[in-house]
């Protein structure tokens, strides 16, 4: 299969290209940079030049490919305040693939996430639907990210093999400078390694190579219109990730209020906070898929998150 990945430079991108490299498919990666592009052919990859802004390009890159899972994200954008024109430059080029792919019964694979699913309590591959009166109800930005994953959803009824792939906060691994690296960076700068409350709230998570090899049965196999969760622990206790992250830094483990969780984790409290708990029992039913990575604890353990200053 001829499969066009966005975002395939990034974290989860240069997992997922050499999965699907290694399952005998021809790739092509989107490239903004020349160090992307750089990148994708090391990795044995074809590079197509442009961004999630060159509608038209992706439009030409979409029609010449047999499926496509697309990864990218402005998150420079989002993570500064203008979650907005991330999510509106996002579902411009869903729009664009699922008009490339129409008719087609090719696949078209999008990464979603699991955060604030069904808070408090175990989320499925059900929930958070827009048919579902549990799902959660986002101001601009979000809502509109959460919309696109259901227009991709809708797509099925144009004869497109869509999925929305939802991932845990933490796609965890070596090298990864995502959530964990950014708590491991706080509490080098704190001096403390805290959690917020009693630190008794949870996060799923997914080693990455782990959440690459979903992407790749995905993309052979999901069935048209199916949501997907790629949780391979449903629910680490946060404060469980201080501790480890307190011991290998030699610091105090400590909880950190609620009320001055903003000032100690800045960005990162609202998201540390969550008790967002996911399940993948169905997405593991439906394509046979069993994690075999280490989980985030004991990734931790192994030391890589604190060999340098995170970044």
């Known amino acids: 299969m001829r499969v066009l990945v966005t975002g395939a430079s990034g974290w989860i991108g240069s997992a997922v290209v050499p999965e699907l490299l290694g399952a005998g498919h021809q790739v092509i990666g989107l490239a903004r940079s020349d160090d992307s592009a750089v990148a994708l052919i090391a990795a044995g990859a074809e590079v197509h030049r442009g961004s999630l802004d060159d509608l038209d390009s992706l439009r030409s890159a979409a029609d010449e490919s047999d499926g496509v899972i697309h990864l990218a994200f402005k998150h420079d954008l989002a993570f500064t305040g ?9 579902r411009r080029a869903v729009e664009v693939f699922g008009e490339a792919l129409a008719g087609s019964d090719h696949p078209l694979v999008i990464a979603s996430g699991t955060l604030g699913l069904a808070p408090g309590r175990v989320a ?3 929930d958070g639907h827009y048919d579902d ?3 959660p109800i986002f101001d601009e930005g979000p809502s509109i990210r959460w919309a696109t994953a259901e227009y991709v959803l809708s ?5 497109v093999r869509s999925s929305v792939m939802r991932l845990p906060p933490t ?28 630190g008794s709230n949870r996060w799923p998570t997914v080693h990455r190579l782990d959440s690459a090899r979903l992407f790749h049965l995905a993309l052979e196999g999901a069935p048209t219109g199916s949501t997907l969760h790629a949780v391979a622990e449903e629910g680490v206790p946060i404060r469980d990730v201080a501790e480890v992250i307190g011991r ?3 610091l105090p483990v400590v909880s950190i209020s609620p009320e001055d969780a903003d000032q100690h984790f800045t960005w990162l409290a609202r998201f540390l906070a969550a ?20 989980g985030l604890i004991d990734d931790l353990e192994q030391g890589h998150y604190f060999d340098k200053p995170s970044a």
């Open 124 to 126: 499925t591959e059900l």
């Open 133 to 135: 009166p549990s799902a």
């Open 275 to 294: 008790d967002s708990p996911a399940s993948s029992a169905r997405t593991r039913e439906m394509l046979g898929w069993q994690p075999t990575q280490p």
């Open 155 to 159: 797509l099925a009824s144009r004869g």
């Open 171 to 198: 796609n965890h691994g070596d090298g990864d400078h995502g959530f964990i690296a950014t708590i491991v960076a706080i509490a080098r700068d704190k001096g403390v390694s805290g959690y917020i409350g009693d």
């Open 82 to 90: 203008n979650f907005q024109a991330a999510a509106d430059a996002d």
């Open 248 to 250: 290998h830094l030699d």
